[in-house]
């Protein structure tokens, strides 16, 4: 034991004064220079294959030079506007918007299904509902919830409302959505309400701030045109005003549909950003794409219900409306790159060590298809045997030189 | 100077047409191969244990030849049902469900603390705050306004409601909540509430689009299903309805304790996508944590307060609710992956530049324990002093050949 | 071309063969070891940088040693508090606070225009719509609907309100918002108004759960603490209270000026826990910028509209409030990092990897500067001619040893 670590200590000790007296050398790594023409081209074209990689995907298309940054903070500001007219009525976008705070998500109604003058009390159940079918007092369990139901049985058995059977009465909102609704038609001027999306977006890294709104316009025409632009891809690429209608077509939906079913349409934009190129050229593109799926037909389509309450008589009543709409949820994608000289340095290194691992290929061709006589493998490869014998004797017959080559048996 | 320029220009130059002339000559460093058992299999294990790492820690295990995706779009659409009895009244989604539009934060209260037709008028402060006692009105400041308390302080001292004490009168929503506050139970049946959560995840890079829904039944038994089935990792692990009380067992939190105080819970939606395999099996997996703190005793809990206004009289009332609930936040977590040769190359030259820097263990090895007599380190390390008297014999002798083994110092 | 296969799989079997037999061979790169201190100079001091570079930048500064996670998963809950006076009217949070849920988005009003008891119904248009003016009922279009108007056009020309001058009528919410609004004054209570941040991050993939609340103190004295504490970076850093005047001040925007136009300002909160340290350390910090932007005048600000609906005699009514308010997005980035051997070595591999790149910079310089009479290159490159004829002489000549040296042309 007290050997062996005696032994580590003293392999140590010569390692490290190996290392100081040998400091101040340089190594380098010798090297066969093989005067083959065809492992010549062979080799080049291989470094050829590997640097044009380099250059062309790694450096020109994934620009692995830049430091980047993906994740802006972003900010987003919505406003619905515009007015349908509805029968004797008018909607503005207090009505058909909400939230009203315009974060990142907001809903039009398009189409409603209104149930007026609901008040607490006793009314029949749907009939559509398990076990609501009734035709005594004695069908009815008195307490019972059901959970696709809209209240607590009572107990009596009652005429469903004008019909003529009859249904397990109910504690609930009376009368129910089911047998009271008014179907609404929708609102076919939707399809010209614009939303107007404020996005700025922020770089923390690279201290980079960018909006999605034109500014090389004065002041008194930018208003203007803010006011009436509405976004096209080709002709008004920096107008925020966004029309339903071309929502809609742009993730290839019809609005009629929609109108029927309602749904969630994506707003992407995407920044990308180059920020070694004017900052100018930093602008966001816009895609559209319906977030549920249309073809799982049962799932889809987006509604929700909300009720205005009010007090008739001193007796709480509400208004239920089920809303078909369109929700927009904006979704900020950024990515914004510069130079810098560590990402260029890593990816440089990282060329050109494969590069360097290029040579298993040309290693392997040289020493099997090119090696008739195994002239390059001698060359490549010295080997030094352990024969204790024959090491002796070399290490005797090349005494003086402090450089032994025990292979070559060549004759003294 | 000019010297000195030419020198470098004449090097470069040099260098050039060194580099030119020897374009297609193949370079490939050369190897001392050692035959020493001891040493090859050290040199074997190192290696094994290097290759090993590579394929089954970065290959298989994190998936290295694999073009990764994280952070899809990701669309959530909430929905709950359910009816709860409360005394007389029933109260359906409308009511205890918020916000209204189905994102991915939904809350449900569970709890209220209403306090009945508020109007604006003047009434006593609560006791308990600051500088709220009183014995005479010099002791109100007249328009003072206590940050915790609930007005303007009117400057009279009044009898607290119908308690004996005074504090003083302030300009208020009157009666003051802590002292109208009418305490409702806890909705016991929220227990089987059930929230509908649908999923659509977007993974733009592959193109890849995929739902939480259960689509391989027929059309009319899904739609059957889906309205009767819940959630359970076990028994209906694609069904998207997931009971209150199922959410809290999962989230180890008791759902009476959740009543009383209210709690955020964080869905989480965790999608794991080989796109390797068929992307059927690219399915979500839930996990249901909360959020807040509860040891947390003081800060943990979710309320919130909302009002309904109304007219009576003409005057503006209101009925003021603190409701505590359940928030749930649904959060998605994906990420995919899909084979891509470049990642593989990459993984692969980074695993064959570790395995050849495990050379530099064995060097140390060869060096220090097994080389006895400088064998191995004369072989691999080939000095050149530079020591100009030596040199300039032993280049003179090895004149006519253009290549010459000065240390060796053979004599001719 | 079945001799062409016949050669390759007979080369492939050769090349196996040599695999295995020399299987237990260590084989280590032949070094030339120059004996040059200018070069060792030049050698040590690049490998200097290189390494410094390393340890200062990649190990201690981006803590490359370290397994990180970013993107935790956050939890927020906000709470307003403070009371507002206004006129004979005070404001509680109820009211001037929205969303009630308490999420990442808190929207606070800061100045009302109020437009009272407006009633569907036909009334003037705003005379500064286009084509709103007129002087006959021949200029107004029945049915029309212009897209910044308020409602559709009878066809009516009919007297603005208490103007003299004349505008088309339309039927729509009357009376419209231009002519009827109040204009409040500010609630410069406000400043003094506080929001109170819950926050929790969880680190998944470490199982660090933290919050931003403190809790070194006693249960009674940190409820106390924390009902009244105001957040200050210097003196109160741990305190969740957050002054809207104090969070204006640090967003470098005047108080007033928001209370005219709103504004939305982001709270970032970011924690950088490094959790090989005690974990009490991974506190957050906060910091506070307006995220639309100011200078950019018709665009910047932020408003709302909603409305409070009611029934006045038998009639829908409602009061349309345009509220400029602050709306403050709360944005959480945090990142953890971990000691974990797997990126150590990782980084350590493509240290070494650099520092043997290195090489390459002083080759150069060798060749070039040093090598006056190739001793270097001839000792680094062994060149290798395939010159038939010569080598079959020297083939001949070296027999019987298995080792020829070709292009050292030794006369035998």
Redesign the interface.
Known sequence: MSTAFH?VIM??Y??LK?CFS????????????????T??????AVQFLVITYFIW?VFISQKAYQDSET?P?S?I?T?M???A?HG???L????YA??????D?I?TLLRRDITYDQK?GTCAEYYKVENANCSKDADCVPGE?D??????RTGKCIQYYNHTFKTCEI???CPIEEYAVVREPALV?AI?F?VFI?N?I?FPKFKV?R?N?E?SLG?RR??KY???CQYNEETDPYCPNFRLGYIASQARESFSELCRTGG?I?V?INWDCNLDLNPSYCKPTYSF?R???RK????SG?Y?????????NGVES?T?IKAYGI?L?I?VHGQAGKFSP?PT??SS??A???VG?C??I???I????IDK?E??S?????????IASA?ELS?IGSF???????????PL
Request: hydrophobic share 30%; net charge negative.
């Open positions: 032994k392999g140590l010569d390692f190996e040998g400091f101040w050398d340089y190594e380098t790594p010798k090297v066969m220079v093989v005067k083959n023409r492992l010549g081209v062979i080799y080049r995907y994740h903070d900010s500001y406003l506007k515009g007015t007219v004797d009525d008018i503005d976008s207090v009505e909400s939230p009203s705070e315009g974060g998500v809903s607490q919830v959970f696709n139901g809209h209240g607590r504690q609930s909102w001027e010209n614009t404020r700025y922020h701030l909006g709104i500014d002041k930018k208003r803010l006011n009436k969630v994506g992407f794409r977030l549920d799926v799982d037909e049962d799932n987006y929700y219900r909300f009720a205005k309450y009010y007090s008739k509400r239920l929700r949820d979704i560590i340095i890593i290194v990282t050109m060590t494969s691992i040579t298993i040309c290693d392997w040289m020493l099997t298809f006589n002239v390059y001698d060359r490549k490869f010295d080997e030094v045997r352990e090491f290490y003086g030189s402090n450089h032994s080559d025990l292979s070559d048996g060549v």
